[in-house]
């Protein structure tokens, strides 16, 4: 059997061989690799090193690369022996066979060749105003004070700047219908992947649905092609597509408008979502970073760029959009040490290389600094892949995350929802926020657009005046501009009420969310597929037959928290209600027994054996935690206890909420464990004397 060198020297007599890696079964590999990606492959690389296999389908036998030699020689690597448009084949029933991306060898070159003045240079610093507008219009339709999830406001600017800078659609109603269908398109999820592989799905169900649509766009786009063909001032026009009918012109086969459509759907599909990712990343990332934050903000205001430029350069090596790149062999080839057999797909992983700590120092941290005080060493830093089939968009993507960083945070103050990081998701081919990138308006300044000198003498600055001064004047400017309806934070009025029947249905919703991942409820229903419907019915029954039967719930007004208070005397359920209670366990009822046979016991001890108020449950929605709602809603029953000289008695499922109740003034009494349950704190807060 012979081998191609990496530098394509005379060939080698040598058996080929693979990297080690996991034996599991091809099945689980491809569950694991296509819904787990990010854990499974970095579990791999602690096993096996810098090189090992997985088999997965469809792509079969797939070789992850992290040393940088090695990805260098796959990068470097002659294009006839290393084909990367047939590593992404299985992309062809919806990029079209003339993509980019799917094309390899000379036809490839000439393509490229074609794309390249469209992203490069002036081209792409045409379109910042474009993503400027995009955004602007994007921030005022937030709402101050409502959780949202960056993930769907950056796909909106994302997509609007597809329609605008590529596309360069100007009617109206095809803008409307373009916006409404390439969505649809693009959301190519697990089960319409099937349909790459098995085509003649496409008759039937989802598939059917995703084909209609697929038609839906095709028959836009070339609606669009046509009118830009029929436009005298095509040549004078600076969008994308405008740009690839002017190269036609040095194409032998002349206009081709199924060309044109294969790679508008291609800019659509590795522009839009990876972007939109990217950018998700990176809010995330910078609001759970202040310091990072402030720095930004102030190199922004400064109008200053080396710092953004870190920054985008950073996010795109710690939260990696796309995990790896592929490439087909066509003939043995040497790398890593292995005799690589034809036919094998080598990936380059950028998740992998880019998280090493030889590469990069404390890996993990996000330190946008690193790119300030030196290069990244070669290729370690590969988001946008490398050689001859590096990114096209590359430029565009970096101009793109740096302008929509620049205006969002020149304009508003954001706040992350919840305290904790977000984990790291796959969706469709790429790595998401698990939560989206929830985050929260605090405040936003109303856009003013620039005014021309030329016309309005008014806008000119006096010559004297300098840049420090024209600084002070905009953020003087803008802070007599800020939205007045962002709510304070933390929240201070929630509008406390006692819950109603009616209230029932939407508050065990709340609660259930609200506990779907205590240590507790997750100890006691550990199966998290069937947690949120187990969790719905439990606090079903804790509301309706304790909390309105024999106590009371306190709920805000926009019913997004609640807090179950019982009477002295009433903290022991029901036989009725302890069997209905038991009934949302399932498998796991006899770890629901046996910790609720210890709370009963601790009831039944001193000090629990005075008479006091006991604060059963307290839920609040995940994204209005950290306001001050949960203190509100147990303040009524606090209140009473003073009033009538009784203690009040809770349990902690967690140190954050210890410390909560430590702050009302509860103590600590006791910590109970039952058969390897989490700690659950039992705490006591003495009546408060009226002041």
Known sequence: MSAQTPDAGPAIERATSLPPGPRLPVAIQTYLYWGYADHYLRACHRRYGDAFTVRAFPAGTRVFLADPKDIKTVFTGDPEVFHAGEANAVLKPVMGSRSVLLIDGEEHIAQRRRMLPAFHGDSVSNYRDVVEAATHAE?????????????????????????????????????????????????????????????????????????????????????????????????????????????????????????????????????????????????????????????????????????????????????????????????????????????????????LVQSADANFPDADAFAPERFLDAQAPPYSWIPFGGGSRRCLGAAFATLEMKTVLRTILSRTQLQPVGARSEGTTVRHITLVPSRGGKVRLLSRTRFQAPRDSATDPDAASPPQETATKRQESKMGQRSATIDRDAPSIPLADPGLRPATAEDIERLKAVMAEAFIEDPIYSWLMPEDTKRPARLRRYFAIELRHLGLARGRVWTSSNLTGAALSLPPGAWRSPLHITLLEGSAFGAHLDRAARMGAAMEWRHMRHPLRQPHYYIRDVGVLPDMQGQGLGSALMRPTLERCDREGLPAYIEASSERNAALYERLGFQLIRELRVGGSPPLRLMLRPPHPAR
């Open 139 to 351: 921030i005022d339709r937030w709402a101050p004070g409502r959780p949202f999830q960056l993930m769907d406001a950056m796909r909106r600017v994302t997509l609007e700047v597809i329609l605008r800078a590529v596309i360069g659609a100007k009617d109206p109603q095809r803008l409307s219908a373009l916006r409404e269908t390439l969505p649809h398109v693009a959301d190519v999820s697990g089960t319409v992947m099937l349909l790459w592989i098995r085509p003649e799905l496409g008759r039937v169900g989802p598939w059917r649905r995703y084909r209609q649509a697929q038609a839906r766009a095709d028959d836009l786009l070339y609606q669009e092609i046509a009118e830009h063909r029929a436009d005298p001032g095509l040549d004078q026009r600076t969008d994308v597509l405008s740009l690839l009918m002017h190269q036609e012109q040095s194409d032998p086969a002349g206009p081709n408008d199924r060309n044109l459509r294969d790679q508008l759907v291609t800019l659509l599909l590795a522009g839009h979502e990876t972007t939109t990712t990217a950018l998700a990343w990176a809010f995330e990332r910078l609001l759970r970073h202040p310091d990072v934050l402030s720095r930004l903000s102030e190199s922004i205001a400064a109008g200053e760029e080396e710092y953004l430029d870190a920054v985008v350069k950073e996010i795109l090596r710690l939260r990696p959009v796309i995990h790896d790149v592929g490439r087909v062999l066509t003939v043995p080839t040497e790398i890593a040490g292995h005799c690589l057999p034809a036919g094998t797909v080598v990936s380059p992983s950028i998740g």
